[in-house]
């Protein structure tokens, strides 16, 4: 079955510093991977996607994604955090033959400490 | 602003009763998608239309349906509503022809919060 693993629920990281948040599919085929914001009481914010090509992609609010085939990851990382990225994040894939439909990971809510 | 646009923002209403979900898409897109938001199942989706024909269903409840009219908008009735049903609905659209490939990106709206008590 297609899925999305989120390993980490909470994600802490001081003002400044590297974040990281972590991504891992399991699809039949070439995936198509996203990345999505929520802030509270708001909707889902798209960053970035993956289709094809170069293997790091860039986004949104500094943000980029690192995808590695031998892995099955695409994993989120920004080089300076901000308070101001304090939300919940969603890592989804969409795959050839599922039609468009998104399989979201279960989140990951990102802390960032001033 | 994503460009989607749903109403209403909040919806309470008692166990058994039918609601409405409205969703009109970006300007020009042609296909809609319901997503659900639990605590208990996350972020999952419920069913696809484009230009007015269903074209993927996911885990919908039979006492769930959905329609897109000619404007594009769409709607979702829920009915037989229940406590489990409480969550956060999304609609979400895209440009994509349904057989084009699934690489198109989703923009969502802010979401209905809906509450059964």
């Known amino acids: 079955a297609q899925s999305v693993a989120q390993p980490e629920d909470q994600v802490n990281v001081a003002e400044g510093n590297p974040l990281t948040v972590k991504c891992t599919y399991s699809?039949?085929?070439?995936?198509?991977l996203f990345w999505y914001v929520q802030y509270p009481n708001r909707g889902l914010q798209f960053l970035l996607k993956y289709i094809t090509g170069d293997n790091l992609v860039k986004g949104s609010y500094g943000f980029e994604a690192e995808f590695n085939k031998s892995q099955t990851s695409f994993h989120l990382k920004k080089p300076s955090a901000l308070v101001s990225d304090s939300a919940l994040y969603f890592c989804a894939v969409s795959y050839p033959g599922g039609y468009n439909k998104l399989i979201f990971g279960a989140g990951t809510r990102l802390a960032v400490h001033p | 602003d994503s460009g989607v646009t749903q109403t209403p923002k909040h919806l309470i209403t008692a166990t058994g009763q039918r609601v409405t979900l409205r969703c009109s898409p970006r300007s020009g897109d042609l296909s809609v998608y319901w997503y659900q938001q639990s605590l208990d199942q996350g972020l999952q989706f419920l069913i696809q239309?484009?230009?007015?024909?269903?074209?993927a269903k996911g885990n919908i409840l039979e006492r769930f349906s959905a329609q897109q009219f000619p404007d594009l908008h769409s709607e979702l009735n829920l009915s037989s509503l229940e406590l489990g049903d409480s969550a956060l609905y999304f609609c979400?659209?895209?440009?994509?022809?349904?057989?084009?490939?699934?690489?198109?990106?989703?923009?969502f709206g802010p979401g209905t919060r809906l509450t059964v008590l």
């Open positions: 239309y484009y230009n007015g024909e269903e074209r």
């Open positions: 699809v039949s085929g070439n995936p198509y």
């Open positions: 979400a659209s895209s440009g994509s022809h349904p057989l084009a490939g699934p690489s198109d990106t989703q923009y």
